[in-house]
């Protein structure tokens, strides 16, 4: 089996991963031993969540873990009966495919306080759609976003206040950027640009809203979204610094893919795709006077925190 754009979650005793393969699904690791553990399947244990996993797992508060997956949607599954260590399988609790969340999405999950999940397809008719899962399974509301391409990557964060934001991409004279959503799905607002953001964005503690884009720009909106209050070409800064790599790189000759990480004291952590030559790529370290840390509530990255435990506590 294989990775596909999923970042593990894990405990104490425990690494929850999802993997991708017709025969993919969620197993559970020992982090002593790197043995398996457990595996997710249906009731009688004689099938997965058929194609693989396409995101998470995440985990509630209230322990339950949310994966998406190729050919059914959304699954949940009780963390508590995943961990053990007999390596048998572990029955899902309920699958969301009946509701129509059914469409295959790379982008990353988000969970509140009270358990819901927050996530992205795209639907049939390749229409980007923001959804809310409840933690029994009952789809709470699914919000359509129509001026925008397709997103197939990408992901969902959470502010303070319950704002949901999601990253889009462009396609022809559709713009991407970024949405942001209230709790019950209506649209706030949505910053375009005509730059395609494939990655997960971040929210600072003071509301800010930090990504990179595919043409290599990195952008920290105002917390209303109305305004880019920095803009950075990174392959052109990094072109003109004294780093040792300045040579290889030129302005606009990056991508951004992957998705930033924010540190307690501000520092952005990202890494940059070389247009080039990709094995000349990056992991970077940028500051900014407007970024001062993250918030100490809601989602406010990819997989929660910088440690990535997709967690909440």
Known sequence: AKMRSVSPAFDDKYVYCGNG?????????????GNRVSYLTNADGTSG??????????????????IMCTNYGMFGVAKATMAKDDNTFSPWAWRAFDSGLNSGCHASMAIDNEGNVYGMIYTSDLTTTIYSVASDGSVRWTTPIENTGKQ????VVIGTDGTVYTSLKSQGD????????????TIKWQYEISESVSSTPVIDK????????????FYILDANGTDAIAVLDVAGAIANSESAYASEWAATQGKFWSSPVVDADGTIYVA??????????????????????????GWPMRAKDAQHTATVK
């Open 152 to 155: 197939d990557q990408g992901g």
């Open 49 to 66: 969540p058929a194609g693989g996993v396409y995101a998470g797992p995440v985990i509630s508060k209230q322990g339950m873990m949310y």
């Open 206 to 217: 003071d509301g800010h809203i930090l990504f990179g884009t595919e043409r290599g720009n």
């Open 174 to 185: 559709m713009p991407g950027g970024i949405v942001a959503l209230s709790a019950g799905g």
């Open 21 to 33: 393969g017709s025969t993919g699904s969620m197993i559970a690791v020992d982090k002593t031993t």
């Open 272 to 297: 940059i795709t070389n247009t080039q030559d990709e094995s000349k790529s990056l992991l970077v370290a940028l500051s900014s006077k407007y970024v001062k840390g993250l918030p100490t509530t």
